[in-house]
C-alpha cells in the first residue's frame, strides 16, 4: 500500500488560499489544504494526502465484493476512500466476511495483523495488489 501522510508542511508562500477537497488524479486525493502564516511564516497545512497503488480494475472488483458481501442496494456510493464501519455499515463479522471473499476471489492469504489495518476500499485493494505481487 503506498500512501503519504502529513500534519503540517512548510515552504515559502505568500497566497492565502484554502482548497476543500481536490481530486487531482485517480488514486491521488489532496484533502483539507490551506495556507496560512504560522509565527509570520508561511506554512501549508493539511490533514491528508494520499497516492494510491491499486489498479483500477482492482479496486472495482473490491467493491462488487463488498456491494454483494453486504447486500448493499444499487443506489448506495462505494468508493475507494469508502470505510467499512463508517460509510457502508459494516460490522467486525461483515469485515471478516469481505476479507474471506476477498481471499477467495484472489488467491491470497490475508494475515490477521494485515487485516486489522483495512479501513477503506482503497486500503483493501492496495493489499491485495500488494500480496499478488508476492505470490
Known amino acids: 500500500m503506498a500512501s503519504a501522510s502529513a500534519t503540517c508542511l512548510r515552504f515559502g508562500c505568500s497566497v492565502n488560499q484554502v482548497f476543500n477537497t481536490s481530486q487531482i488524479s485517480r488514486g491521488v486525493e489532496l ?9 509570520g511564516f508561511p506554512s501549508l497545512r493539511t490533514s491528508r494526502f494520499r497516492v494510491a497503488a491499486a489498479k483500477t480494475k482492482t479496486v472495482d472488483k473490491v467493491i462488487n465484493i463488498v456491494r454483494k458481501q453486504l447486500a448493499l442496494p444499487a443506489e448506495t456510493k ?3 476512500e469508502s470505510t467499512f464501519s463508517k ?6 463479522l461483515d469485515t471478516v466476511e469481505i ?37
Open 99 to 135: 476479507v474471506m471473499a476477498l481471499e477467495e476471489e484472489f488467491g491470497i492469504a490475508v494475515e490477521e495483523e494485515n487485516s486489522e489495518n483495512i479501513a477503506t476500499v482503497q486500503d483493501a485493494a492496495d493489499l491485495i495488489e500488494k500480496l499478488v505481487e508476492k505470490k
Open 78 to 80: 462505494v468508493g475507494p
Open 87 to 92: 460509510d457502508l455499515g459494516a460490522d467486525s
Open 31 to 39: 484533502v483539507s489544504v490551506g495556507w496560512g502564516r504560522t509565527a
